[in-house]
């Protein structure tokens, strides 16, 4: 059974950080792209990053580009998003994303930037 758990969000003061993480299972992850997607009270849901299979390549919202980092390991099934220098409007819900042969979404962790 495929299973993207998302985990490490929180309540955060703005300038704080947070690491979230993604576990994988019950597909081969190496033979797939990941992204991290949130979704904000009201508005529509918005890619934030997005990293290749092997991890050579990522790619960024303006929004978060130089605050945020995606990375993967291969070897621990995960992905991660490390957030820095949070921002109110950066509160939402955040979901892990695998796009291969299937695409697969997870539950989502919640964010909350409030001082």
């Known amino acids: 059974q495929v299973q993207l758990v998302e985990s490490g969000g929180g309540l955060v003061q703005p300038g704080g950080s947070l690491r979230l993480s993604c576990a994988a299972s019950g597909f081969t992850f190496s033979d797939y792209a990941m992204s991290w997607h949130r979704q904000a009270p009201g508005k529509e849901r918005e890619l934030v990053a997005s990293i290749s299979r092997i991890g050579s390549s990522t790619a960024y919202a303006d929004s978060v580009r130089g605050r945020f980092t995606i990375s993967r390991a291969n070897t621990k099934n995960t992905i991660y998003l490390d957030m820095n220098s949070l921002k109110v409007e950066d509160t939402a819900v955040y979901y892990c994303?695998?796009?291969?042969?299937?695409?697969?979404w997870g539950q989502g962790t919640q964010v909350t930037v409030s001082s």
């Open positions: 994303k695998a796009i291969g042969e299937y695409v697969y």
